[in-house]
T-cell receptor, first 114, second 115 residues
Framework: AQSVTQPDIHITVSEGASLELRCNYS??????LFWYVQSPGQGLQLLLK??????LVQGIKGFEAEFKRSQSSFNLRKPSVHWSDAAEYFC????????????FGQGTELSVKP | DAGVTQSPTHLIKTRGQQVTLRCSPI?????VSWYQQVLGQGPQFIFQ???????GRGNFPDRFSARQFPNYSSELNVNALLLGDSALYLC??????????????FGPGTRLTVL
């Protein structure tokens, strides 16, 4: 069955430090992968997506993610975290043959220390 | 441009009651999907509609139903509410091109509390 695992439930980083959020997926075919961010009490905002081609994708707010097929991973990175990045981050996979249905991981909560 | 809108923002119901949640997609989008997000978890897929037809259904009981109107807006209905139905209900819209590349854009959600 298709699934997404985000191994880290909660991460704390200092402002200005680099960030990497992990995401592993289980899916037989080429996956379509997404990262969304959710601020408290809000809906989900799309950060970036990977469909094909260059395995390093750039997103909004200075985020990037790298698709590694050999590791079934799609980790999210940011070189320098800002206090406003504190939020919940969700990785998701869209099976190619199920419309736009998204399968989400359980999320990683990011806290930023001043 | 207006994004996905949902109403109401918050809702409090008691067990056994029925609730209707509403969603208006981004202009030009023909597909609407509904997700349930229980506190501390990722969203779970409930339904997807395209051109008023159900395109997909998640693993939810028949108490959950939805429909899409000619203007592409949508309603999610939940009957015989249970305490476990308390959650943030998210609506997402997309162009409806089908396949995994049909990127979904989410609304702010409706927070449902069942007492």
């Amino acid at each position: 069955a298709q699934s997404v695992t985000q191994p880290d439930i909660h991460i704390t980083v200092s402002e200005g430090a680099s960030l990497e959020l992990r995401c592993n997926y289980s899916y037989g075919a080429t996956p379509y992968l997404f990262w969304y961010v959710q601020s408290p009490g809000q809906g989900l905002q799309l950060l970036l997506k990977y469909f094909s081609g260059d395995t390093l994708v750039q997103g909004i707010k200075g985020f990037e993610a790298e698709f590694k097929r050999s590791q079934s991973s799609f980790n999210l990175r940011k070189p320098s975290v800002h206090w406003s990045d504190a939020a919940e981050y969700f990785c998701a996979v869209a099976p190619y043959n199920q419309g736009g249905k998204l399968i989400f991981g359980q999320g990683t909560e990011l806290s930023v220390k001043p | 441009d207006a994004g996905v809108t949902q109403s109401p923002t918050h809702l409090i119901k008691t067990r056994g009651q029925q609730v209707t949640l509403r969603c208006s997609p981004i202009s030009g989008h023909k597909s609407v999907s509904w997700y349930q997000q229980v506190l501390g978890q990722g969203p779970q897929f409930i339904f997807q509609y395209y051109e008023k037809e159900e395109r997909g259904r998640g693993n939810f009981p028949d108490r959950f139903s939805a429909r899409q109107f000619p203007n592409y807006s949508s309603e999610l209905n939940v009957n015989a509410l249970l305490l476990g139905d308390s959650a943030l209900y998210l609506c997402a819209s997309s162009l409806g091109t089908g396949g995994g590349t049909d990127t979904q854009y989410f609304g702010p959600g409706t927070r449902l509390t069942v007492l």
